[in-house]
């Protein structure tokens, strides 16, 4: 493989060398725990409240509101499975959406055999939550709404400031999985109504096996991991010091270059869908045209199989995916697109494709080049696109 072209940004980034910087003291001469009531631990309790203090501005809130995770899926696990046993004498109902990442869903369907009610409310043909059906859905016992910020499939940004007034005007509380949306678009929990947030480090060019969740200030909410009194008593164990360093790093650095970068990506990604949906027939785009992340561009094409493109991009050197990473193994089409009203036979033809602010304009033209080709060579393979070519002669 002469290159390699990564384009499965919504996977997981590289960390910046910045933050890789800021992390490697931490794993040698400051390694003192920051519970330790000794000086020489003071360093590593400094660089906690530094980090807190650098994610807390980012969201327009209090450090204290910060409580750090090991990720997204941690995060989202503790947010709607510990607020639900908290309010379960208010209620035992709680709404999502049909698109949810899986941490929400499996979630969901924990709490369901534990006794709680779950609605998911239905999407439309762009990925936008249907208002009028979640707005049904609320009901005396509902305690939770969680929908999250932009989806990681489709890219499609939620109203999420419109569902949290929505959930504030009833008395409900509002979580939302953010894990792709922080680091690419600008998020204030106040104004948003936001009560809950989830998000990861290695999403923003950030380390892994780090994240947080955001809980506004007099949200009871029960302990996931019990021990010691590390995050306010509220997530035991010692902190993962390099990676919260590393966080905080990396959200400083995409904080204050939101605007520049994600312009960039906005103008590749355009570029990217311009060109293949005016050079690949039979191609659709997934999700909505304009408001959906930045750097998301998600294609179906007829008459192939996702696998098969996949594979053969990565004999050309790039990277890409056919949806969520945390379901790649899997045959069964994405909900993401059976939820949107895909059929079957397009949802297996799907391509994800995210950019990072490293990716050129040459390496997209590349990716054209080399994805016209394949999917040309797969639909010369196909007994069904023969057929329909034939038939539409």
Known sequence: MDRLIYLDHAATTAARPEVVETMLPYFTENYGNPSSVYKFSNTSKDAIVNARAVIAKSLNTEPKDIYFTAGGSESDNWALKETARVYKDKGRHIITSTIEHHAILHTCEFLEKEGFEVTYVG?????????DELK??????????????????????????????????????????????????????????????????????????????????GIKIRNLIHGGGQERARRAGTENVPGIVGLGKAVEIAVETMADRTRYETELRDYLIDRVLAE??????????????PNNVNFSFQFIEGESLLIMLDMAGICGSSGSACTSGSLDPSHVLLGIGLPHEIAHGSLRL???????????????????????????MSPLYEDYMRKNR
């Open 123 to 131: 999407v439309d043909e762009n990925g936008i939550i249907k208002m």
């Open 136 to 217: 049904k859905a609320i009901r005396p016992d509902t305690i939770l709404i969680s929908v999250m910020f932009a989806n990681n499939e489709i890219g499609t940004i939620q109203p999420i400031k419109e569902i949290g007034a929505i959930a504030r005007e009833k008395g409900i509380l509002f979580h939302t999985d953010a894990v792709q949306a922080y680091g690419q678009l600008p998020i204030d929990v106040d104004d948003m109504n936001i009560d809950m947030l989830s998000a990861s480090g290695h999403k923003l060019n950030g380390p892994k096996g780090i994240g947080f969740l955001y809980i506004r200030k």
């Open 280 to 293: 690949i027939p039979y191609t659709r785009l997934n999700g909505d045209r304009y408001n959906r992340l």
């Open 354 to 380: 995210t950019l990072g602010h490293e990716n050129t304009k040459e390496e997209i033209d590349y990716v054209i080049d080399k994805l016209k080709e394949i999917v040309q060579r797969l639909r010369d």
